[in-house]
């Protein structure tokens, strides 16, 4: 060892420098993106589903399934979930997934492809919901659980050509179907009821709840959460479209949108349904006073048309004796008819039921125009304040007269199917204790001489 | 004062009975290799330093007669002692040989061994670097052995030690630390120091309680020749070739010295630690006769390292101890998310002034440049540290709602499959975000670019053959300026610059959209100017000797903020001046028994400024300072026992030290029972008692064979209940403010008697060394280390901790028993260290060729050096509720030593 060559020491000195690294420093410059070029799924959304049988199992086949994001968590509406539907447009299928990511819009925006890794997962149906996700065992139950933030990202791998355009589905709230679910949809004419107006989307972390509906009254609940971006903004007062993820919960469906570019109701209001009608098919065709028992007293109306009609804004009028002035009224608002059906009104509703065997439609106080003594007018008046039919005549007491049936009954013959706002005696049969001015001398007695519910 | 006079005079009076006739010694002294005169070798009679070699090799000292051993010690060569007989006659010892020490090259590994990385939530400061000089055995183990577990001399933080270049402090003002990294990578031009230990006196300043250690980096002072050398390692780099070449000594004309090095690694030990630094140094010395000399001094060490972090104790049971989370792969290698960035150069001028009993040495040093620490911003986005307790198994066992098995087993399969930082996804994010957001994760660095003016005076003067008295004046002034630089927004189109939890701006004059190389989030100068002088006077007896020191400090800080930060009113334009103004006194006495026996005694009482770190409150926000700001009082006493037997050499000391009035600021996120916030803890009243034995012997068995023993036994404690507050903003966003005047005083925290998280209290070693006479030696340590703390939440140990932040209330079940009980301080688990040394040298043609090897921790043991407990969990019931599983979520972290290591060396010197 006297002589050493220097450059072999050196040489071996060198080759100990170099050959104990194992890991370079690389500069940011060398960043490719972690999405994938091709991605091709093994098993449909729908063949997933039926996978599930009746409780929540982990899935352990290798099995990657394709899905398009239809939520969005950027807003903050969406909180730990995310939506996805088996195609671009005209989805068949959606299903959920539970995680424990935070603004996971970072990486799957709403309308990128993504193919899910099922490998692992565990599949669970809430309802009508299909749930991927971690587990949670609660009180010896299973269920889906959030997926922890590492395992997210690698059981989810994004398609590179993403995001895409993702067509809602265009639903009326009446033909939503439990198919939809975890689908983007859209509905056309809504708007936010009258009770919510003049709040905000959501109160103050707080999930909130405001009520859609659509202009012919069908309506859904909008799902927002107090966290959310637009929490504090006022909900907008006009109609036009609302598109979300169509959600369900307890079977009821929701909708949940992404952001506010979601919601454009910039159209003026609905114009309100109408739902006060009127029709001259609708007359009074019988009153009775019977002598016997004036408990027995009732107003039968008829409807001869072959449609039923909403006798919303209807009203009966009485003007007693030889008044000029509406002494009582009953409203029908409430009330339908039925098509070629009569409408009985008692004011005794209990004696009624007594005397001719079943209920009337319609229980009056006494005194109302139900409870004549004979010598009373009534008009029928629809919603618009035109007397449609009258019986007798209006400051004319009908002691004496063609239009008195005291003790007796008033009926309209059966070959009349139309009302008649001038009173018409030739229309009338009419009984009582007078006889007067054409009309019968012979009181009434109920219920053998009364035919209520019937057109004779 | 008064007492200063006294000790002079007994000086004097004592000088009178002991005076005698003296005679000289004089003599050559030559390196046994290559035959060239040796220079300023320290010589030493009965541990008295008499005189230093000359340029030509030649000494004279004065002696009287009688017999006594002369120690000739260099440190570049084995120490010889030479038994002499003085009789009244002058005495020409001749040519002396000395041989040069092959052990040397340990010293080359030490500072790479001994600068782990630095964590961001806690410093740690091992002052093994100051220690390297020194032949002390106690502080030999402590520097080359013990520092790799954190072992800190008497538990002080290295800050207490003064290093000094050619006489002028190095010190920074930030946190009053010496930063070895301004001067690593030269070791062939550091290997001259000198170095006071403790209270010892010091020929160049005030110093520390620590020690002082000055570096001579004047190339008269070094080995003339070259050397050249290069390492392998799997410590904290891979390699290191390091070259020098210093001109031959005369007594006249210029000399000069060069030295590069480069150290690298892809990888250090711990994952993903890359390492590249490159460090250049040159030096010119123009000596224009024997009186005076100047020299000029250029030092720049560039340093670019990965960081690695401090683990909890479930990270380190999945991923191990080499885990760093700070790194991520990228293509086909890897980033570091936490590198430290080092370019701060050092030119200096002295001038040394020598006459036959009168030095002055005089030195203007400038260091300017930049330090950067690179980090991961995230905004309004998930937190990319792999390590963030909601990713990790924890976090499903330890959910309120229930133990969640299954997911905690998936998240524990995910961590394991993947537990990098993911710079990828980073990237998708940024691309994934709205435009008008900006970036949701940057990589930005923490910059602070220094403008260090140092001015220092001192003077040497012997006064009599007895006495000798130093002073000295310096002058330091820092202007730094601090901020955030965006290095790359990671693809991202622009940063928005505002705080996202309250929506506030932090620079509401400039703009809000940041773009890469833009300052944004803070900015601000720091400047500080500290004034101090020193006087001291020594006296040598052939008993005994004594010495009496007092100094003068006076320090300013002014914070001047450059950004007008929207949550705070006093973020914009210069704060008030802080001043302090400090006096210290030290005094020692040593009485000699005789040649072989002494005995010592120390004591000092100093007042010292606090650091700049723990004065202002939130500097990068604001302002403010620590209300009723106070110096530090410190109290110091040791007394030791010196043996210098033949054979048997060592020493026993005793120390008790006292750090009174200490100033602390903390920040963190806290779940306190105050409420939930980010909040910058400030601790004031606070002291640190640092007591113990520390001892040292070594045994030469044979001319071949060493043994020593090595014993630390401290106990190093809190011993007040510091006042504890909470500072935090009040901008906040809908979000509950703790409290609308952004500060809340919680009172007293109960740890006096807990122990400071300052490195093993206790520390043993029994070493061997065989020196063979044909240049190899090797040698082994067996260690043993033990009673090592974590540093302790204090808040959590304040009242606050007993209440129910939803209540206001204490938790019925928060008594002090229970209490007590779980926050309980334990010690972390001993363990033995076994290293082994060794080295040969050969002499050919004239040329030294040396390989040394060091190889530490041989059984691969698996050891923690340190570590804090989190202060997350600030209310009993959550604690309670993180802890009930065994594996908290906010458990205490750990820095984990290294494993099986290697350093192996070859050098040449011609």
Same mark, same amino acid.
């Given at each position: 060892?006297?002589?050493?060559?220097?450059?072999?020491?050196?040489?071996?000195?060198?080759?100990?420098?170099?050959?104990?690294?194992?890991?370079?420093?690389?500069?940011?410059?060398?960043?490719?993106?972690?999405?994938?070029?091709?991605?091709?799924?093994?098993?449909?959304?729908?063949?997933?589903?039926?996978?599930?049988?009746?409780?929540?199992?982990?899935?352990?086949?290798?099995?990657?399934?394709?899905?398009?994001?239809?939520?969005?968590?950027?807003?903050?509406?969406?909180?730990?979930?995310?939506?996805?539907?088996?195609?671009?447009?005209?989805?068949?299928?959606?299903?959920?997934?539970?995680?424990?990511?935070?603004?996971?819009?970072?990486?799957?925006?709403?309308?990128?492809?993504?193919?899910?890794?099922?490998?692992?997962?565990?599949?669970?149906?809430?309802?009508?919901?299909?749930?991927?996700?971690?587990?949670?065992?609660?009180?010896?139950?299973?269920?889906?659980?959030?997926?922890?933030?590492?395992?997210?990202?690698?059981?989810?791998?994004?398609?590179?050509?993403?995001?895409?355009?993702?067509?809602?589905?265009?639903?009326?709230?009446?033909?939503?179907?439990?198919?939809?679910?975890?689908?983007?949809?859209?509905?056309?004419?809504?708007?936010?009821?009258?009770?919510?107006?003049?709040?905000?989307?959501?109160?103050?972390?707080?999930?909130?709840?405001?009520?859609?509906?659509?202009?012919?009254?069908?309506?859904?609940?909008?799902?927002?959460?107090?966290?959310?971006?637009?929490?504090?903004?006022?909900?907008?007062?006009?109609?036009?479209?609302?598109?979300?993820?169509?959600?369900?919960?307890?079977?009821?469906?929701?909708?949940?949108?992404?952001?506010?570019?979601?919601?454009?109701?910039?159209?003026?209001?609905?114009?309100?349904?109408?739902?006060?009608?009127?029709?001259?098919?609708?007359?009074?065709?019988?009153?009775?006073?019977?002598?016997?028992?004036?408990?027995?007293?009732?107003?039968?109306?008829?409807?001869?048309?072959?449609?039923?009609?909403?006798?919303?804004?209807?009203?009966?009028?009485?003007?007693?004796?030889?008044?000029?002035?509406?002494?009582?009224?009953?409203?029908?608002?409430?009330?339908?008819?039925?098509?070629?059906?009569?409408?009985?009104?008692?004011?005794?509703?209990?004696?009624?039921?007594?005397?001719?065997?079943?209920?009337?439609?319609?229980?009056?106080?006494?005194?109302?125009?139900?409870?004549?003594?004979?010598?009373?007018?009534?008009?029928?008046?629809?919603?618009?304040?035109?007397?449609?039919?009258?019986?007798?005549?209006?400051?004319?007491?009908?002691?004496?007269?063609?239009?008195?049936?005291?003790?007796?009954?008033?009926?309209?013959?059966?070959?009349?199917?139309?009302?008649?706002?001038?009173?018409?005696?030739?229309?009338?049969?009419?009984?009582?204790?007078?006889?007067?001015?054409?009309?019968?001398?012979?009181?009434?007695?109920?219920?053998?001489?009364?035919?209520?519910?019937?057109?004779? | 004062?008064?007492?200063?006079?006294?000790?002079?005079?007994?000086?004097?009076?004592?000088?009178?009975?002991?005076?005698?006739?003296?005679?000289?010694?004089?003599?050559?002294?030559?390196?046994?290799?290559?035959?060239?005169?040796?220079?300023?070798?320290?010589?030493?009679?009965?541990?008295?330093?008499?005189?230093?070699?000359?340029?030509?090799?030649?000494?004279?000292?004065?002696?009287?007669?009688?017999?006594?051993?002369?120690?000739?010690?260099?440190?570049?060569?084995?120490?010889?002692?030479?038994?002499?007989?003085?009789?009244?006659?002058?005495?020409?010892?001749?040519?002396?040989?000395?041989?040069?020490?092959?052990?040397?090259?340990?010293?080359?590994?030490?500072?790479?061994?001994?600068?782990?990385?630095?964590?961001?939530?806690?410093?740690?400061?091992?002052?093994?670097?100051?220690?390297?000089?020194?032949?002390?055995?106690?502080?030999?183990?402590?520097?080359?052995?013990?520092?790799?577990?954190?072992?800190?001399?008497?538990?002080?933080?290295?800050?207490?030690?003064?290093?000094?270049?050619?006489?002028?402090?190095?010190?920074?003002? /930030?946190? =009053? *630390?010496?930063?070895?990294?301004? +001067? %690593?990578? @030269?070791? &062939?031009?550091?290997? $001259?120091?000198?170095?006071? #230990?403790?209270?010892?006196?010091?020929?160049?300043?005030?110093?520390?309680?620590?020690?002082?250690?000055?570096?001579?980096?004047?190339?008269?002072?070094?080995?003339?020749?070259?050397?050249?050398?290069?390492?392998?390692?799997?410590?904290?780099?891979?390699?290191?070739?390091?070259?020098?070449?210093?001109?031959?000594?005369?007594?006249?004309?210029?000399?000069?010295?060069?030295?590069?090095?480069?150290?690298?690694?892809?990888?250090?030990?711990?994952?993903?630690?890359?390492?590249?630094?490159?460090?250049?140094?040159?030096?010119?010395?123009?000596?224009?006769?024997?009186?005076?000399?100047?020299?000029?001094?250029?030092?720049?060490?560039?340093?670019?390292?990965?960081?690695?972090?401090?683990?909890?104790?479930?990270?380190?049971? /999945?991923? =191990? *101890?080499?885990?760093?989370?700070? +790194? %991520?792969? @990228?293509? &086909?290698?890897?980033? $570091?998310?936490?590198?430290? #960035?080092?370019?701060?150069?050092?030119?200096?001028?002295?001038?040394?002034?020598?006459?036959?009993?009168?030095?002055?040495?005089?030195?203007?040093?400038?260091?300017?440049?930049?330090?950067?620490?690179?980090?991961?911003?995230?905004?309004?986005?998930?937190?990319?540290?792999?390590?963030?307790?909601?990713?990790?198994?924890?976090?499903?066992?330890?959910?309120?709602?229930?133990?969640?098995?299954?997911?905690?087993?998936?998240?524990?399969?995910?961590?394991?499959?993947?537990?990098?930082?993911?710079?990828?996804?980073?990237?998708?994010?940024?691309?994934?975000?709205?435009?008008?957001?900006?970036?949701?994760?940057?990589?930005?660095?923490?910059?602070?670019?220094?403008?260090?003016?140092?001015?220092?005076?001192?003077?040497?003067?012997?006064? =009599?053959?007895?006495?000798?008295?130093?002073? %000295?004046?310096?002058?330091?002034?820092?202007?730094?300026?601090?901020?955030?630089?965006?290095?790359?927004?990671?693809?991202?189109?622009?940063?928005?610059?505002?705080?996202?939890?309250?929506?506030?701006?932090?620079?509401?004059?400039?703009?809000?959209?940041?773009?890469?190389?833009?300052?944004?989030?803070?900015?601000?100068?720091?400047?500080?100017?500290?004034?101090?002088?020193?006087?001291?006077?020594?006296?040598?007896?052939?008993?005994?000797?004594?010495?009496?020191?007092?100094?003068?400090?006076?320090?300013?800080?002014?914070?001047?903020?450059?950004?007008?930060?929207?949550?705070?009113?006093?973020?914009?334009?210069?704060?008030?001046?802080?001043?302090?103004?400090?006096?210290?006194?030290?005094?020692?006495?040593?009485?000699?028994?005789?040649?072989?026996?002494?005995?010592?005694?120390?004591?000092?009482?100093?007042?010292?400024?606090?650091?700049?770190?723990?004065?202002?409150?939130?500097?990068?926000?604001?302002?403010?300072?620590?209300?009723?700001?106070?110096?530090?009082?410190?109290?110091?006493?040791?007394?030791?026992?010196?043996?210098?037997?033949?054979?048997?050499?060592?020493?026993?000391?005793?120390?008790?030290?006292?750090?009174?009035?200490?100033?602390?600021?903390?920040?963190?996120?806290?779940?306190?029972?105050?409420?939930?916030?980010?909040?910058?803890?400030?601790?004031?009243?606070?002291?640190?008692?640092?007591?113990?034995?520390?001892?040292?012997?070594?045994?030469?068995?044979?001319?071949?064979?060493?043994?020593?023993?090595?014993?630390?036994?401290?106990?190093?404690?809190?011993?007040?209940?510091?006042?504890?507050?909470?500072?935090?903003?009040?901008?906040?966003?809908?979000?509950?403010?703790?409290?609308?005047?952004?500060?809340?005083?919680?009172?007293?925290?109960?740890?006096?008697?807990?122990?400071?998280?300052?490195?093993?209290?206790?520390?043993?070693?029994?070493?061997?060394?065989?020196?063979?006479?044909?240049?190899?030696?090797?040698?082994?340590?067996?260690?043993?280390?033990?009673?090592?703390?974590?540093?302790?939440?204090?808040?959590?140990?304040?009242?606050?901790?007993?209440?129910?932040?939803?209540?206001?209330?204490?938790?019925?079940?928060?008594?002090?028993?229970?209490?007590?009980?779980?926050?309980?301080?334990?010690?972390?688990?001993?363990?033995?260290?076994?290293?082994?040394?060794?080295?040969?040298?050969?002499?050919?043609?004239?040329?030294?060729?040396?390989?040394?090897?060091?190889?530490?921790?041989?059984?691969?043991?698996?050891?923690?050096?340190?570590?804090?407990?989190?202060?997350?969990?600030?209310?009993?019931?959550?604690?309670?509720?993180?802890?009930?599983?065994?594996?908290?979520?906010?458990?205490?972290?750990?820095?984990?030593?290294?494993?099986?290591?290697?350093?192996?060396?070859?050098?040449?010197?011609?």
């Amino acid at each position: 060892m006297k002589r050493i060559s220097l450059t072999s020491l050196f040489i071996y000195a060198m080759a100990l420098l170099f050959g104990g690294s194992c890991l370079k420093e690389v500069s940011l410059d060398a960043i490719r993106p972690p999405c994938k070029e091709e991605m091709e799924p093994t098993i449909s959304m729908k063949e997933v589903k039926e996978l599930y049988k009746d409780q929540v199992f982990q899935i352990q086949e290798e099995l990657f399934m394709e899905g398009y994001v239809i939520s969005s968590d950027r807003a903050g509406n969406f909180f730990g979930t995310l939506h996805f539907q088996d195609n671009r447009e005209n989805p068949q299928h959606g299903m959920q997934l539970e995680m424990d990511l935070r603004d996971s819009h970072l990486w799957f925006p709403k309308g990128s492809r993504i193919l899910i890794s099922l490998k692992g997962l565990y599949l669970g149906k809430s309802g009508e919901v299909y749930k991927l996700g971690s587990a949670l065992l609660s009180f010896g139950n299973l269920s889906v659980g959030r997926l922890p933030v590492k395992a997210v990202h690698e059981h989810l791998w994004v398609d590179c050509s993403g995001p895409f355009d993702i067509v809602p589905t265009q639903v009326q709230v009446d033909s939503i179907d439990a198919g939809m679910v975890n689908t983007l949809v859209q509905l056309e004419n809504m708007e936010f009821v009258d009770a919510d107006l003049g709040k905000t989307y959501a109160d103050f972390e707080e999930e909130t709840e405001r009520t859609l509906q659509e202009c012919n009254g069908e309506e859904i609940t909008l799902l927002n959460s107090g966290y959310a971006d637009f929490q504090a903004a006022l909900i907008p007062e006009g109609s036009g479209f609302v598109r979300g993820a169509l959600l369900m919960d307890n079977n009821k469906y929701r909708l949940a949108v992404r952001d506010l570019e979601d919601v454009d109701l910039s159209d003026p209001r609905c114009v309100p349904v109408p739902d006060e009608f009127t029709s001259t098919a609708i007359f009074i065709s019988e009153l009775a006073d019977p002598e016997n028992n004036t408990g027995a007293r009732f107003v039968e109306l008829y409807n001869a048309a072959t449609e039923a009609l909403d006798l919303n804004g209807w009203t009966l009028r009485r003007y007693t004796n030889a008044n000029t002035a509406v002494s009582s009224t009953i409203d029908l608002s409430d009330m339908e008819i039925g098509p070629q059906s009569t409408l009985l009104i008692s004011p005794n509703a209990e004696e009624f039921a007594l005397v001719y065997g079943f209920a009337p439609d319609l229980a009056a106080s006494t005194n109302s125009p139900a409870d004549s003594n004979g010598d009373d007018n009534l008009e029928l008046v629809d919603p618009f304040g035109t007397v449609v039919d009258v019986f007798g005549i209006i400051g004319e007491d009908g002691s004496g007269t063609n239009h008195e049936f005291e003790d007796g009954r008033a009926v309209r013959k059966s070959h009349i199917i139309s009302a008649n706002p001038i009173y018409t005696f030739e229309e009338w049969e009419i009984y009582n204790d007078t006889g007067d001015a054409g009309t019968t001398d012979l009181p009434r007695n109920a219920p053998m001489d009364f035919t209520p519910g019937q057109r004779d | 004062m008064r007492l200063f006079l006294i000790i002079t005079v007994l000086f004097s009076i004592c000088c009178k009975a002991f005076c005698q006739e003296r005679y000289t010694v004089s003599g050559k002294l030559v390196d046994k290799g290559n035959q060239l005169p040796l220079t300023t070798v320290v010589l030493e009679i009965d541990g008295l330093d008499v005189g230093k070699s000359n340029a030509d090799g030649t000494f004279t000292i004065n002696w009287t007669p009688g017999e006594f051993v002369l120690v000739l010690s260099s440190p570049d060569h084995v120490p010889k002692k030479l038994p002499l007989v003085l009789t009244e006659t002058d005495l020409e010892l001749g040519t002396i040989y000395m041989e040069r020490d092959i052990t040397l090259e340990q010293a080359d590994n030490l500072i790479s061994l001994t600068a782990p990385d630095m964590g961001e939530e806690e410093d740690i400061s091992v002052s093994s670097g100051l220690l390297q000089a020194t032949r002390d055995v106690f502080l030999s183990r402590a520097a080359f052995d013990f520092g790799q577990a954190f072992f800190r001399v008497r538990g002080y933080d290295s800050k207490n030690g003064t290093v000094m270049i050619n006489g002028v402090a190095m010190n920074g003002l /930030l946190d =009053g *630390r010496p930063q070895w990294n301004h +001067w %690593g990578g @030269l070791n &062939d031009v550091t290997r $001259n120091q000198e170095f006071s #230990n403790g209270l010892q006196v010091s020929n160049y300043g005030f110093g520390g309680i620590l020690g002082t250690s000055n570096i001579n980096m004047l190339p008269s002072g070094l080995r003339p020749g070259t050397r050249i050398s290069t390492s392998a390692s799997n410590r904290t780099y891979r390699g290191r070739i390091m070259a020098t070449h210093t001109s031959p000594n005369r007594s006249k004309g210029l000399h000069y010295t060069l030295s590069a090095s480069r150290r690298w690694a892809g990888e250090g030990y711990m994952n993903g630690t890359n390492y590249d630094a490159y460090s250049l140094f040159g030096a010119m010395e123009y000596k224009f006769g024997p009186i005076n000399s100047v020299a000029l001094t250029a030092i720049g060490a560039f340093n670019k390292r990965g960081g690695s972090a401090a683990l909890t104790q479930e990270v380190a049971d /999945l991923a =191990g *101890r080499k885990y760093n989370p700070y +790194w %991520g792969p @990228l293509g &086909d290698g890897a980033k $570091n998310s936490r590198e430290r #960035n080092i370019a701060e150069p050092i030119l200096m001028f002295n001038h040394y002034l020598k006459t036959g009993s009168f030095k002055l040495t005089t030195g203007v040093a400038y260091r300017f440049g930049e330090y950067a620490r690179s980090r991961l911003g995230y905004y309004n986005a998930p937190n990319p540290d792999p390590t963030y307790y909601g990713y990790l198994p924890s976090y499903y066992i330890n959910s309120p709602i229930g133990a969640n098995f299954e997911s905690a087993q998936m998240a524990r399969e995910a961590f394991l499959r993947e537990p990098q930082i993911q710079w990828e996804q980073l990237f998708m994010a940024n691309g994934n975000r709205d435009p008008n957001e900006g970036a949701a994760y940057i990589l930005y660095d923490d910059v602070v670019r220094n403008n260090h003016l140092m001015i220092n005076t001192l003077s040497n003067m012997d006064m =009599g053959e007895h006495f000798q008295m130093d002073a %000295g004046l310096g002058y330091r002034q820092l202007k730094s300026d601090n901020h955030a630089k965006i290095s790359d927004l990671l693809g991202a189109g622009f940063h928005r610059d505002m705080d996202t939890f309250s929506d506030t701006r932090n620079d509401v004059n400039g703009e809000l959209q940041k773009y890469e190389n833009d300052i944004f989030n803070y900015h601000y100068y720091m400047d500080a100017a500290v004034l101090e002088a020193f006087v001291q006077l020594r006296a040598n007896y052939r008993k005994w000797e004594g010495s009496v020191s007092g100094n003068y400090t006076a320090t300013s800080y002014q914070r001047e903020g450059l950004f007008l930060n929207e949550r705070f009113d006093d973020s914009y334009g210069k704060g008030e001046a802080v001043r302090f103004n400090a006096l210290g006194a030290k005094a020692g006495l040593t009485y000699k028994l005789n040649g072989r026996h002494w005995l010592n005694v120390q004591g000092a009482l100093i007042d010292r400024a606090p650091t700049i770190q723990n004065v202002f409150i939130n500097p990068r926000e604001n302002n403010q300072v620590v209300p009723h700001i106070q110096q530090e009082n410190i109290f110091a006493l040791d007394a030791t026992y010196f043996l210098r037997l033949p054979a048997l050499k060592g020493r026993v000391t005793g120390f008790y030290s006292r750090f009174m009035n200490v100033t602390d600021v903390n920040f963190f996120f806290v779940d306190s029972g105050v409420g939930s916030d980010f909040v910058q803890e400030v601790l004031t009243g606070m002291d640190h008692l640092h007591m113990g034995i520390e001892c040292g012997l070594e045994y030469q068995v044979s001319a071949a064979v060493k043994l020593s023993g090595v014993a630390n036994i401290g106990k190093y404690l809190y011993a007040s209940d510091p006042f504890v507050s909470i500072n935090f903003d009040t901008s906040g966003n809908g979000e509950e403010i703790l409290d609308p005047g952004g500060s809340i005083d919680l009172g007293a925290a109960a740890i006096k008697d807990h122990r400071l998280a300052q490195g093993p209290q206790h520390a043993f070693a029994l070493g061997v060394e065989y020196r063979d006479p044909k240049y190899w030696w090797v040698g082994a340590t067996a260690n043993y280390l033990a009673r090592n703390y974590a540093n302790i939440s204090t808040i959590s140990r304040t009242r606050s901790f007993y209440l129910d932040p939803e209540t206001g209330a204490p938790f019925p079940e928060a008594t002090e028993e229970n209490v007590a009980k779980i926050l309980e301080q334990r010690p972390m688990k001993d363990f033995y260290l076994l290293n082994l040394v060794g080295g040969k040298s050969w002499l050919v043609n004239n040329k030294y060729i040396s390989v040394f090897i060091s190889v530490n921790n041989l059984f691969d043991t698996l050891f923690r050096t340190g570590g804090y407990e989190q202060s997350r969990n600030g209310n009993y019931g959550q604690m309670v509720q993180d802890q009930k599983s065994g594996t908290p979520s906010f458990a205490t972290k750990y820095w984990y030593g290294y494993g099986r290591t290697y350093f192996l060396n070859f050098a040449i010197g011609f």
